[in-house]
């Protein structure tokens, strides 16, 4: 590999890892369409070195939640019950969908990622940031085990973290408070990509060489986004993501009616 | 009752730490060697490997602490997150 594009994936896993934890969503879905749509990798490896991506900003950032005590720890393996098991399960059957049924699946859900994060930006206007957190019990085990188990299956069909799914189900239905369902969902993301990874490994999908400085890049860049996120609005980092993955799934879609992922 | 788990969040930040740095500075290490020498791309595949394994070892290190506090319950929860994980290792090979 060059050093010029060693040095480019360096510093795109540095802005998927810092919006990513600035903004609170996955930098995951801008990494794998950037792979395919630029660096020409075929669905499943984009996928693959995702998934290691995603490792890295949950295991940098989870460190430092856990460490603060916001992360219910408890909660969180007993879900991965599930998400591990819906990983297990997605990352098999990916391996037989083809490239293109993968691309399509993706830039649909790139398209409901930009419309949530209109959602989220627009919530983020009037809420409060650093509140205490309120005493709760975890309630309603059966409805998170069943988010836990999708969330999994997109983990192991995408290579994305699935909070999307499991923060909305804990907060609602467990009546666990907001900064911890993010922060352990947070927490349980690595495991469940670790999950998916080793099967994508196994097929051969986790190219080192991309993966590497990728890696490197999003370490440094999910940290220094966890450092400054409270001191920050993600009202505009949140709209600046909206346009990437709007601009990506545009791309996505005009590759597939033109022939492309093959 | 169980959510501020000081010893339990201690153990387990302690070793995703471990684990993320020192991927960290085998993967930077390994990055810029591969720029002189070729076999700095070893050094990197060592760092990615201790990336992969991270998350095994941070079940193992819960199983671990939930053992020592006699939590037999989630114990035998992170033991069970632990099958998965490696079942799913061989069945991807």
Known sequence: ?262 | MNRQDVAADRVLSLTLKFGAYTAFALIVAGLLLQLAVPWGTKVTAVGLLVLLATPALRIIAACLQFLHERDFKYALVSFGVLAIVVLAYVLGL
């Open chain 1, 1 to 262: 590999m060059t050093l010029a594009a060693m040095l480019l994936l360096v510093a795109i896993g540095f802005f998927a890892g810092g919006f990513g934890a600035l903004a609170g969503v996955g930098g995951g879905i801008i990494v794998t369409p950037l792979l395919a749509i630029y660096f020409g990798l075929p669905m499943h490896q984009a996928i693959g070195v995702t998934l290691l991506c995603v490792i890295a900003t949950s295991t940098a950032t989870s460190s430092m939640y856990v460490e603060r005590h916001v992360t219910d720890v408890r909660l969180g393996m007993t879900l991965e019950l599930a998400t591990t098991v819906g990983a297990l399960i997605a990352a098999l059957v990916a391996h037989h969908i083809n490239r293109r049924t993968l691309a399509i699946l993706f830039a649909g859900f790139l398209l409901y990622s930009a419309i949530s994060m209109i959602k989220k930006a627009w919530d983020s206007r009037s809420a409060k940031k650093e509140e205490g957190i309120p005493d709760y019990t975890p309630q309603n085990y059966p409805a998170g085990l069943a988010a836990s188990l999708i969330a999994g299956g997109f983990s192991g069909l995408l290579g994305i973290g699935g909070g999307p799914v499991k923060v909305p189900v804990m907060l609602l239905f467990m009546k666990v408070p907001l900064r911890v369902a993010a922060a352990t969902s947070n927490f349980m993301i690595g495991v469940t990509a670790a999950t998916s990874a080793y099967v994508y490994w196994g097929h051969g999908d986790v190219r080192l060489d991309i993966a590497a400085p990728l890696v490197a890049g999003v370490f440094t860049g999910s940290l220094l986004g966890a450092k400054i996120s409270p001191k920050i609005r993600s009202f505009y980092i949140l709209m600046l993501l909206v346009c990437i993955t709007g601009w990506l799934a545009a791309e996505m879609i005009y590759k597939l009616f033109t022939g492309g992922f093959q």
